[in-house]
């Protein structure tokens, strides 16, 4: 069985609800929460999920 963690540094989860969408980083080795950033889901919004990371997606 292959274990996310010995190939990932991290992993990406994602929320989408009808008002908003949650983006969350964690280790994958530890578990450790990381960035979480929240963006309204309205199509209009230009805010974007993945603005202010701190490096490639």
Known sequence: MTIVADHYQHVIGVDTHAATHT???????????G???RSPSV????T???????GPC
């Open 35 to 37: 960035r979480r950033r």
């Open 43 to 46: 199509r209009q919004d230009s």
């Open 23 to 33: 983006m969350n980083v964690v280790t994958a080795a530890t578990g450790a929460p």
């Open 48 to 54: 974007v999920l993945g603005t202010g990371s701190r």
